[in-house]
């Protein structure tokens, strides 16, 4: 593949060029990992960003719903959305495109919209470290927004938030006690809760919730990377397209002021860092991979269940052994 070539192609916002850079970044191959490790250095050099806004919530909660409604608002703001998918089942496997697309119908067909479907692999920790690359591909190819979905299951939430700016807790009206389902850990990660379905029957309901929201965000310890009244607590309704736009000025407020304070670049920092060591870590577990490496951990283990040597030295050993 003529890198320079993709690239240049990627710059020039083509959308074909970006789902074959995409499907390069996903792949598991080595040769395809040194040419997506050259695409991404070069791209990024690009100077564009995004707002890469993580969104998370159970299934059924209206997160497909509200990516439409969102993404067709930010569109007719004159804004380029990108939506990805990590998707820790990776369940919606053989018809997964379909799938996706199906799902938000509309915002398939808008010209300045792309949806790319979450990659079929198992391993959350390996989706997530392409779908990072995948942003930065669509951040190279100019767009303005992505939205990076995922199914909440907990770890999930961890890695998204990891890739993005901010990051969203959708959730869903529900009684009182309801506030014990959403676990501590996600509520600290989250900038924004929205809590959906804000319509009909069921607004009173969604007030209440978004109170009791609202109330619990108020607890937890301040952080430095929030102005004041973030992390906040709000209301919308996916299907009648209500509360989105107010949804957005408060997302360009929050990150307006992390630009001006430093904290945007500063969490994207930490971000690159955090992913750095993934990526040695997993490069490292990797090596260990190799039918060599695997005979030198088996004959060494060997050795450690028989009482001829102890774990640390053994270990020792087969460090010596690897880097041999
Ligand atoms: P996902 O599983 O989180 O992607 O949820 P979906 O977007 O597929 O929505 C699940 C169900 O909730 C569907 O039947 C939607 O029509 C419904 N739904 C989504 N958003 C809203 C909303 O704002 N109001 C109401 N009343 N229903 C909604």
Not at 203 to 224: F, I, N, V
Request: with cysteine; net charge neutral.
């Amino acid at each position: 593949m003529n890198i320079p070539e993709l690239s240049s192609k990627i710059l020039n916002g083509d959308r074909r060029a970006l789902a074959r850079a995409i499907t390069l970044v996903e792949s598991a191959r080595p040769d395809h990992r040194a040419q997506a490790g050259e695409l991404i250095e070069t791209l990024k050099d690009s100077g564009r960003q995004a707002i890469r806004i993580g969104l998370s919530g159970t299934p059924g909660v209206g997160k497909s719903t509200f990516i439409e409604s969102f993404g067709m608002m930010l569109t007719s703001l004159d804004l380029r959305v990108a939506v990805l998918a990590v998707d820790p089942s990776s369940s919606r496997s053989g018809g997964s495109i379909l799938g996706d697309k199906t799902r938000m119908d509309r915002l398939s067909r808008e010209p300045n919209a792309y949806i790319r479907p979450s990659p079929s692999q198992s391993h959350l920790g390996g989706v997530a470290r392409r779908t990072r690359e995948a942003v930065s591909l669509c951040e190279a190819a100019g767009f303005d927004v992505i939205l990076i979905e995922t199914v909440g299951v907990g770890q999930s939430e961890t890695v998204v938030a990891e890739i993005s700016d901010l990051f969203v807790l959708l959730l869903a009206p529900a009684g009182g006690d309801e506030l014990q389902g959403v676990k501590r850990g996600i509520m600290e990660m989250a900038d924004i809760i929205l809590v959906n379905k804000a319509d009909g029957d069921l607004k009173p309901a969604a007030t209440r919730t978004c109170s009791d929201y609202a109330g619990a965000l108020r607890l937890l310890r301040k952080r430095p990377q929030d102005p004041e009244d973030f992390p906040k607590a709000m209301m919308v309704s996916a299907l009648e397209e209500q509360g989105l736009k107010t949804v957005w000025d408060e997302m360009t407020t929050l990150t307006d002021w992390r630009h001006e304070t430093g904290h945007f670049g500063g969490r994207r920092a930490q971000q690159a860092r955090y992913w750095f060591e993934e990526e040695v870590r997993h490069s490292l577990l990797a090596l260990l991979q190799t039918p060599e490496a695997k005979d030198i951990l088996l004959t060494a283990s060997d050795k450690v269940t028989k009482g001829l040597k102890t774990p640390t030295v053994a270990a020792q050993d087969v460090l010596r052994e690897l880097q041999g």
